[in-house]
């Protein structure tokens, strides 16, 4: 069974060291080479003596967690992702076979020695082309973590042969979800999609577009806890299932978003490599993509806020299964 791993780079600063240098890296306990170290156990001590201002037990458990799985967990063959300074890109590879630890104190490249050798794909992964459960565990704080959605990583990045084979072929719920989604009229979808801002923490959200205008259809502001506000401005248009949206088509929705606010475009279709290109491109508003799939995960994850009358048109349940 191979496993999927995070290993961050100081929020991206050292990715492409480690991208370049065929590795990735740690930063803890800098003057000890571990590569006799076999257990958790044998790591308390020295990491209590090399950080004697760390007195809670809860802080050296999770640290000493994480520098255990990059020695201890991580395997030859198993996967690895690290995001980069350019927070829509993640680098993958895989690790290389056991032992694949080196202590490096003296590479110019990274202040962390503790190495495991990776071969690293040419190609990197777009975060916003990930399932909405996938994209919230990368999300996590910590610096080493596995990732559970194993068997979606595993496609992406062309490994899907390790994956398990499902268990049935014949019954896929996020196609028999979008299947009710698409009996609902244009309008009623783009409503759909601002009962999902409000259940998202946008404010104000409001449905403003008219039937066959080509440009927004929603409107709402975010405001992260008085930290950030962010407008957005979406378009959202029922597509068939397996149909790819264009660039141009991401283009003119550019084009309406006013200064300062940032766009979005939900559909029940997915998008054009070229589309993402588009939404990210440098000097102009973000515009964020999601395809059918994540709005699937999006209802599941905040169906109990949807309007009733809107459960018993889509006539799902929760879990998102036909009723």
Known sequence: MTNVWCVRADFGRY????????FVAIGWLPGHDLADYTSRDELHPIYRAAY???VSNIVIGQQIGQIGRFLFEMKGGDTVITPDANTELLHHGVIRADPSYRYEPNDPTTPYPHHRLVDWSTTSLLRSSLSVPLQNTMRSSLTVFGVSQIDEVLHLTGRGNLAPAPHSANYDPYQAVLAQILELDDKEFEILVGHLLT???FEGSEVVGKVGDGGVDA???LNVANLAKVKVFVQ???????????ASVVRQLRQAIPFGGQGAFITTAGFQKAAFDVALEAGFPRIGLVNGSQLVDLLVEHWPEIPVEFKDR????PGLVLA
């Not at 959202?236 to 264009?246: D, E, L, M, P």
């Open 15 to 22: 990715a492409r060291a480690f991208v370049d240098g065929g």
């Open 314 to 317: 889509l006539g799902l349940k």
């Open 219 to 221: 409107t709402g502001e």
């Open 199 to 201: 259940a998202l923490g």
């Open 236 to 246: 959202a248009k029922r597509y068939k299932v397996g149909t790819n949206i264009s």
């Open 52 to 54: 004697p201002n760390d």
